[in-house]
């Protein structure tokens, strides 16, 4: 049962680019990068390493919280192709358990999980042509083991979306010179290119089409009712490459 508590937790100062939100919790890669709410990890692969995404929960309160992590949905795969570790290893999940199943991990104020080896890694290659994807949602628990609830001036939880296809490793754009993201209704691109974007729906219906120049731009996503679509990027040589986001 989900339960609002009232937390007088004195959040840390942390910058976070282009977001006045404030979290009581963020999830770094293993570089120390903050990804965003509801990033899309992208693979091509069903291989050790490539394959494998380790991460690090940070505590951003100044006491110390308690998490655990829902598998929220999954598709094209029936979960047992995932082996997911946070605080215990799991070869195989369940959609709509969280993890661990019968504990909680806890994280001191400004630090991450004291657990080493904590990742995603999907072993699953599917039916060959549908990807494999996966919804995992981190949030804050008390003692008790209830959900504690995010408030108007802090948000407890945070989502993470592990998607995989044979095809994206097809793509010939380097997609490291685009960085996206969603933020207010709005998509955010910096680009180091002069590209084109079609918005596609998961039928091919193009819901929009843009000009995007190389360094900042900004697209207003509020008349999208679809909450998945795909952005398809192409540079001036006809380079291409696709990506699916998640609108929140």
Known sequence: MKKSILLFITLINYSNLFSQVENAFVIENSQGSVLADNEILEFSSVEYDDASYNFYVRNL????????????????????GMEFCFGECYFGVIEGYSYPLAA???????????????????????DGSTPVEY????????????EVVSQAELQT?????????????LNNLDGS???????????????QLNLSLKIYDFSGKILSENSIMSGYNSI???????????????????QIISKKILIP
Not at 64 to 77: M, R
Not at 106 to 122: C, L, Y
Not at 135 to 146: A, E, I, K, L, S
Not at 177 to 191: E, G, P, Q, V
């Open 104 to 126: 909680s991990v806890s994280v001191q104020p400004g630090q991450t999980q004291t657990s080493n080896g904590d990742h995603f890694f999907n072993q699953d290659p599917g």
């Open 177 to 191: 010179k685009i960085i996206y993201f969603t933020l207010n209704n709005k998509l955010i691109i910096n680009s």
């Open 220 to 238: 207003d996503l509020m008349n999208l009712s679809e909450k998945h679509v795909i952005l398809t990027f192409e540079s001036e040589g006809s």
């Open 135 to 146: 919804t995992f949602r981190f949030y804050m628990v008390d003692q008790n083991g209830d």
């Open 61 to 80: 309160t100044s006491d110390e919280i308690l998490l655990k992590a829902e598998v929220v949905s999954f598709t094209g795969t029936d979960g047992s």
């Open 157 to 169: 939880d945070f989502s993470i979306n592990y998607y995989y296809s044979a095809s994206l490793g």
